[in-house]
């Protein structure tokens, strides 16, 4: 019966993705608009109920398993996959552009002026210090999700080394309660997930006539999706058949999670999809989804890193500087421990890219080039890092179900 059901599902949400396409190729601006207004609403509504969800997710789970051994070799072998997916994410993509190096871009005036102005004062150092809450609220409101980790790791932290008093049993209960209302919510969300995902796939198909077609941006579009795509369908795969698990098995559980990464273009604000997926199609136990989950959509960004390198590398190459295998190198793991720092948000990668960049003194105005088509490179890079936290998740769980009772 609930085979039946998530078929029904699937075939719901693919027809709608058909439709979508088909209605955004017609080129009805009165239609246009509408899509983009159920989009823009539906996007609010995954970014509203993903903030307090990763905050509750981390407070109930340390509050629970803070003083136990069991959080240390959750955290351990979260990143220990974390580090080694993301590595492995940035490798393929470095292999690649070595293969297939593009050609240069010709960069014109009006490329410069794409660029939002209001950017190019960001620095790494104040992004990272960003993430460093000098208050509770501001985090909460702003949407910073590393900051919002911090903050209910520290929640958490303290509820778990709290003395056993009614105050504590009554305030972990209130959490619960709240917690339950949230995925309450998101099962209603989903419910109505066809109409999201119709009108984001006309919104994506109207929009996407507008790309250009120099060469060079396409041979630097091919290297970014082609890597991202191996690490999809090949590297990940791998992984998990050496922990012994069915990939197939664990991708197609995880397409609720997979579909809304693709249109939402934001691994934070799919959480709440990804957390009931794995919970109540894979059978994880809470215990490491609610922990391994949100601290994944933070630091696991195996498509941020390929992204940052090959940008960063083309960037350079279009500067005129020499790319040594050392240069290469030392930018391959510059983009891993960047994109670990990175916020699972839209369009996250292109500003810590844009950010590294005016730091290293490149022309970050070929980025203006670049954005028309970082859309549709956002989404395959979402997929893949939802895909490998999902991936991360299972096999942590694979790794301790008899220890985690």
Not at 121 to 146: E, H, K, M, T
Not at 154 to 159: I, N, P, V
Not at 203 to 229: E, F, H, K
Not at 267 to 294: D, M
């Amino acid at each position: 019966m609930i085979k039946n059901k998530q078929g029904k599902q699937i075939i719901i949400w693919i027809s709608a993705l058909i439709a979508g396409a088909i209605l955004g190729c017609l080129g009805i601006s009165f239609l246009n608009r509408v899509f983009n207004f159920v989009a823009e609403v539906f996007t609010r509504l995954f970014q509203f109920i993903a903030v307090p969800t990763i905050a509750l997710a981390v407070i109930t789970t340390l509050s629970e398993l803070g003083a136990k051994k069991n959080t240390g070799k959750i955290f351990a072998h979260t990143i220990t996959y974390t580090l080694l997916t993301t590595f492995c994410a940035a490798l393929i993509s470095l292999i690649l552009y070595i293969i297939f190096t593009p050609d240069n871009i010709i960069l014109n005036n009006a490329a410069q002026n794409v660029l939002p102005k209001s950017l190019s004062a960001l620095s790494y150092s104040g992004y990272l210090l960003s993430i460093i809450p000098n208050n509770i609220l501001q985090p909460l409101i702003s949407g910073n999700v590393l900051s919002v980790i911090l903050i209910s790791a520290a929640f958490g932290l303290g509820l778990s080394f709290m003395k056993e008093t009614e105050n504590k049993t009554a305030l972990i209960k209130v959490l619960y309660g709240v917690q339950e209302l949230l995925f309450t919510l998101i099962r209603a969300l989903i419910k109505a997930l066809p109409i999201g995902i119709l009108a984001f796939s006309a919104q994506l198909t109207s929009q996407i006539s507008s790309g250009s077609s120099i060469t060079a941006l396409g041979q630097y579009t091919a290297i970014v999706i082609g890597g991202n795509l191996i690490q999809i369908f090949v590297i990940i795969p791998l992984f998990l058949l050496v922990r012994r698990l069915n990939p197939f098995h664990i991708f197609k559980k995880m397409s609720p999670a997979l579909t809304v990464a693709f249109f939402t273009k934001s691994s934070a604000g799919t959480l709440p999809v990804t957390l009931s997926s794995a919970e109540n199609n894979l059978k994880i136990n809470p215990q490491v989804s609610r922990f391994v989950l949100p601290i994944c959509t933070t630091v696991n960004m195996n498509g941020c890193a390929a992204f940052i390198l090959v940008t960063s590398l083309f960037i350079m190459q279009n500067a005129g500087i020499e790319l040594t295998f050392g240069t290469m190198l030392v930018w391959l793991f510059i983009s891993v421990f960047a994109a670990i720092g990175n916020a699972g948000v839209p369009m996250g990668c292109y500003f810590l890219t844009l950010s590294l960049m005016s730091g290293a003194g490149a022309p970050v105005g070929l980025l203006g080039v670049i954005l028309p088509i970082y859309a549709v490179i956002d989404m395959v890079e979402t997929v893949e890092n939802v895909w490998s936290d999902s991936a991360v998740c299972a096999m942590t769980n694979k790794d301790l179900e008899k220890e985690i009772i």
